[in-house]
């Protein structure tokens, strides 16, 4: 049994205006994200039927969590994003009355760039020094293969580079804290950052030349599992049809040209 999701189109400053023409949208602001499964209140997907993806979660884990626990885009730039950071769950559920932070990793659909900080201590001293718009010296600038899982837990500071196509898999949450938004007027939040940023090396978060990433709230793959009902197909093509699929049975089609995701329940 298949369950069509319906994506919605997420214009941001730093959007790839490809997407506008791949979808034939009228946005004056390119898109950057593509939310392909989402039970999040910023932007709630619904499946082809017209049921909410809350509602449909609820029917298959007895009323379990609020909203659907994990949250799919399709991001896409022809920017540097902001240099961000996100929090973990205690911190969520202590400062933002929120039930989850937001660990999250990418699939590089194309090949692409990011940048992480990996000596936190290095960039308090820069941030209460005033040197913001010198935030580059104390990042890790990293060219990304097609086909890299990179995993981005809570606490990790990081950018997605320009002419990237990424699809994230993350935690139903949209806790941001950026820090240095390469000279766009949009607004910071360093004191939050500050409490929330962990060091962490990048070799320990981007995998190459593997079947597989495990995170501890999802399962996000290229290889099919055996066993699990419920899953998330994602192509990786961008086409005008682009759109997430739940799939509840026990073996389907397995396709080199789809991302799974499963094990998030």
Not at 165 to 186: A, F, H, K, N
Not at 250 to 259: A, L, P, R, V, Y
């Amino acid at each position: 049994m298949q369950f069509k999701i319906i994506p919605h189109f997420r214009p941001m400053l730093w959007g790839n205006s490809d997407i506008n023409v791949i979808f034939e949208l009228e946005n004056e602001m390119p898109i950057g994200e593509i939310w392909l499964l989402s039970g999040h209140p910023l932007y709630e997907t619904k499946l082809e039927n017209g049921v909410s993806l809350n509602e449909f979660g609820r029917s298959i884990y007895d009323s379990k969590y609020d909203r659907f626990p994990i949250l799919i885009k399709l991001v896409s730039t022809k920017q540097w994003l902001s240099v961000q950071v996100h929090p973990d769950n205690e911190y969520a559920k202590s400062f933002e009355q929120e039930h989850w932070g937001k660990s999250e990793a990418w699939y590089f659909v194309t090949d692409g760039e990011l940048a992480i900080c990996e000596d936190i201590d290095k960039m308090k001293k820069y941030i209460n020094k005033g040197k913001l718009d010198r935030l580059n010296e104390v990042m890790t600038f990293v060219k990304v293969k097609k086909g890299t899982f990179v995993n981005i837990p809570a606490g990790t500071v990081h950018a997605l580079g320009p002419n990237s196509t990424v699809i994230e898999v993350q935690q139903s949450s949209d806790l941001t804290y950026r820090i240095y938004d390469w000279g766009r007027p949009r607004e910071t939040h360093i004191e939050k950052a500050i409490q929330v940023s962990k060091s962490i090396k990048i070799s320990d978060i981007l995998s190459e030349n593997t079947a597989a990433l495990q995170t501890p709230y999802f399962t996000f793959s290229t290889v099919l599992p055996e066993k699990d009902n419920l899953i998330v197909e994602i192509p990786t093509k961008i086409t005008k049809d682009f759109c997430a699929k739940i799939i509840l049975k026990e073996t389907i089609d397995n396709q080199s040209n789809k991302i799974y995701v499963y094990n998030f329940l």
